[in-house]
């Protein structure tokens, strides 16, 4: 009796031990996303169903766009080819929670870093890849130079959204006077603008230089460089994957420091020789940064070899090549005008 | 300051053979033109540039005063310092050689439709050149120039505006007529002008 029950237990405490055994390695595989983006082959990156600049699909479903080449530099981090990633379009009401359920590795989709956002899904913002914020578009014959100067305007702009209240508040503590007109659309609010309805249009700042684009003369309008919000864009990960975040991170951070180091798609064959320590460790010539993070020494050399740096991805995208022609502004590098800044790699 | 030999020799003057070199994608323009070209005087519509070379206002952070002029070589703008976060960014022209150095200059002297006397090392170059040409319109230097220290770098103008964005002078600083005009109205003799170049590897 005594030792039918001693083994009975001794089973079932096997049993058990089996059993949360294959739990906690099958959670730990699960959690683990390197390692499943290495064994399908290919990353799964959410992006924006379409949006001028950050992400955009041709006839051909080839994709384009800030948000997009940050995932092809996660691609050639990984497998030294920006080509492995398949592209998720997602709207917005779906996106944090297609990212928890494991739909897509990364999300790289215009959206906000906040604390609400953190908390309520589980998610984690692994770097401000893009400042954007609300700003203002005037005509360029006001030779306005600051949105100090527009005190008395009538003001356009979307109703329902954040931006109302940014405006009363800039207003307000500035002691300045405006009248409002608001719509539901954007391009309502645009129409209104050109017809001369109003003479002021705010909105976040990448979106006014893409409806500038809409305008009948787009040159007779120039965008204020204030901004006056903080809306700080941000790849997302899932919480509980150290590893991917770090991954996520520092391919930011790569590029960031390329461009500071002076590292170009162009100059990194040179870069590859060069005996500045600074430049070695991060195109891998000294240290093993690269194997620490499960990548190659080489890593950070892929990511600008075949995507290029920050500026480089900027201007293609936003800035002066593309048609959006947006300023670096906030988004230079913190010792060239603006606040991005990247920590070292030593 | 300023380190001879190579840099003097390479810079000689500030206008010289225009050789495109080594401009960012972002900045470079296509020539049509290749050389100096005194005598022409640019239309208006040959003076408007593209966007991102239009004078305006921008986002810029610093620790310097304003009043300050910063130029960032490998991006081909000039910052006049505004203070409050912004500065008034030019386009600009930048030197192909001569001018690798990074640091700290003052303005010495102001000068309005300045004369232009190419040195002998562009005369051998360009032999065709004038020795000597008279302030005015379709003058290489442009409308006004800004001397830097006791050096010949020079912030002018240019009667060529497309070279703007590109690195095709020996040396100095040039700017579309209408922008160096503005740029002289708002500074004065003794304004700090900081260099800054893109690092090298």
């Known amino acids: 009796m005594q030792k039918t029950f001693r083994s009975g237990l001794a089973i079932g405490l096997a049993v058990a031990v089996a059993v949360i055994a294959a739990a906690w390695t099958y959670i730990r595989y699960d959690a683990n996303t390197l390692r499943k983006v290495r064994a399908r082959g290919e990353l799964l990156c959410g992006v924006n169903t379409g949006l001028p600049g950050f992400s955009n699909p041709d006839a051909q479903g080839n994709w384009t766009g800030f948000d997009v080449d940050f995932c092809r530099a996660i691609a050639a981090a990984i497998f030294d080819d920006p080509t492995k990633v398949k592209f998720v379009p997602l709207d917005a009401s779906e996106r944090f929670k297609e990212l928890r359920d494991r739909k897509v590795d990364v999300l790289s989709r215009n959206s906000t870093w906040n604390l609400s956002r953190e908390l309520g899904f589980g998610l984690h913002f692994a770097a401000v890849s893009y400042y954007d914020g609300q700003g203002f578009m005037v005509r360029r014959s006001k030779n306005a130079e600051s949105a100090l100067e527009l005190d008395g305007s009538k003001v356009c702009f979307q109703t329902g959204t954040t931006t109302q209240r940014n405006l009363a508040d800039y207003f307000r503590s500035n002691n300045m006077k405006y009248q409002e007109t608001s719509f539901d659309r954007l391009e309502d609010v645009v129409k209104a603008y050109d017809s001369g309805q109003c003479d002021v249009v705010t909105s976040d700042v990448s979106q006014l230089y893409a409806q500038r684009l809409r305008l009948a003369n787009p040159r007779d309008h120039v965008i204020l460089a204030d901004v006056i919000s903080k809306d700080p864009l941000a790849p997302v990960v899932r919480h ?107 | 300051m300023i380190k ?188 700090k002008v900081v260099v800054r170049q893109r690092p090298e590897l």
């Open chain 2, 4 to 191: 001879s030999g190579r840099g003097l020799l390479a810079l000689a003057a500030c206008i010289a053979i225009l050789t495109l070199t080594h401009a960012p994608a972002s900045a470079e323009r296509d020539f049509t033109e290749l050389e100096d070209q005194p005598g022409f005087v640019p239309s208006e519509v040959d003076e408007q540039l593209p966007p991102q070379f239009q004078r305006q206002m921008v986002l810029y952070r610093t620790t310097e005063p304003p009043g300050t002029i910063i130029v960032h070589t490998s991006e081909r703008f000039l910052y006049l310092v505004q203070g409050n976060g912004r500065a008034m960014r030019y386009g600009i022209g930048v030197g192909r050689e001569g001018f690798q150095w990074q640091g700290l200059l003052k303005i010495t002297r102001k000068q309005e439709w300045p004369d232009w006397t190419p040195p002998s090392e562009m005369i051998a170059r360009q032999p065709y050149l004038p020795r000597f040409m008279a302030g005015g319109p379709g003058n290489p230097m442009g409308a006004r120039a800004l001397y830097l220290g006791t050096t010949v770098y020079r912030i002018h103008g240019t009667n060529q505006p497309h070279t703007i964005g590109s690195a095709v002078s020996s040396g100095c600083f040039r700017l579309v007529n209408n922008d160096v005009i503005d740029l002289f109205e708002r500074v004065p003799v003794g304004t």
């Open chain 1, 240 to 346: 509980k994957d150290d590893d991917w975040l770090l991954l996520v991170k520092w391919t930011f951070f790569a590029m960031l420091n390329a461009e500071e180091l002076g590292i170009t798609s162009s100059n990194i064959d040179e870069a590859m020789k060069s005996t500045k320590p600074e430049v070695m460790r991060f195109v891998g010539t000294e240290g093993t940064y690269g194997e620490d993070m499960r990548l190659t020494k080489d890593w950070a050399a892929r990511i600008i070899r075949h995507v290029g740096n920050y500026a480089e991805v900027y201007e293609r995208n936003l800035g002066a090549e593309s048609p959006l022609g947006i300023p670096r502004g906030l988004n230079q590098l913190w010792n060239a005008g603006g606040i991005q800044y990247a920590p070292p790699i030593l």
